[in-house]
């Protein structure tokens, strides 16, 4: 699609230059002007009023009425043409916009899947790692062997949840008490601040009223 107003008022431009010239008019000038004129007003009619009062000293009464009209479709026109190419360029820009939303939503999906089946891969490697280890029972349909295995399985994995649960418990408490300290650190830095400020404020009207004092025992 072409750049919104390109080649509708290319196209519109282009037209009224060639028309201004067959009229015997300056098209540089008036055509730069007219164009203005048609972009300012609101409605048709008020378009062909401000073109009337542009024209009327350059064209005879009968010729006037036509041509003015006449601009004042082909610009009408241009301008359906144009909000057209714009429809197009809005639906081109959001069908572009959402393919790639629908890239960045899958995308972690795919990730996500690809974590799970690894993270299952290496659950069942290490619980068949427990089980040889372990309970290397020649066989596998031994039924006190397979109960104690899959208790053994089970203990690890919940060894293996609960030691996950405490690193993030320890992780959230370290991060409170670290913010606990700055805090306190900005509370004592605000307080000392405050302290000063007010030894200070102090000093400065010890000074005004000794300069007072002075002041007044001089005269």
């Known amino acids: 699609a072409s750049a919104p107003g390109g080649e509708a008022a290319g196209g519109f431009a282009a037209w009224l230059a060639a028309r201004l ?5 300056d098209r540089a000038v008036y055509g730069a002007y007219i164009q203005g004129l048609l972009r300012e007003e609101e409605s048709d009619e008020e378009r062909l009023e401000a073109l009337r009062g542009v024209l009327a000293a350059c064209l005879e009464e009968d010729l006037l009425n036509d041509v003015c009209r006449e601009v004042v479709e082909k610009w009408s026109e241009s301008q359906i ?10 639906i081109q820009a959001i069908a572009s916009m959402m393919e790639k ?18 993270k299952a ?13 372990e309970y290397p029972f020649p066989d596998p349909d031994e039924q006190d062997g397979s109960i104690a295995t899959a208790v053994n399985i089970g203990s690890e994995k919940s060894l293996f949840r609960n030691t996950n649960v405490e690193d993030v418990l320890n992780a959230r408490k370290l991060e409170r008490e670290l913010l606990r300290d ?3 650190k900005k509370k004592e830095q605000d307080k000392l601040q405050r302290e000063k400020d007010k030894l200070a404020k102090q000093e400065r009207k ?3 009223k000794k300069r007072t004092q002075k002041g007044e025992r001089k005269r």
């Open 182 to 184: 700055e805090f306190q």
């Open 206 to 208: 010890e000074k005004e």
């Open 101 to 118: 939303q629908a890239k960045i939503v899958v995308k972690p999906k795919e990730v996500s899947q690809e974590e799970k089946q690894r």
């Open 121 to 133: 891969a290496l659950l069942a490697q290490y619980a068949n790692v427990t089980d040889e280890e």
């Open 81 to 90: 043409v144009d909000a057209k190419e714009k429809k197009e360029d809005e």
């Open 21 to 25: 010239e067959a009229l015997g008019l």
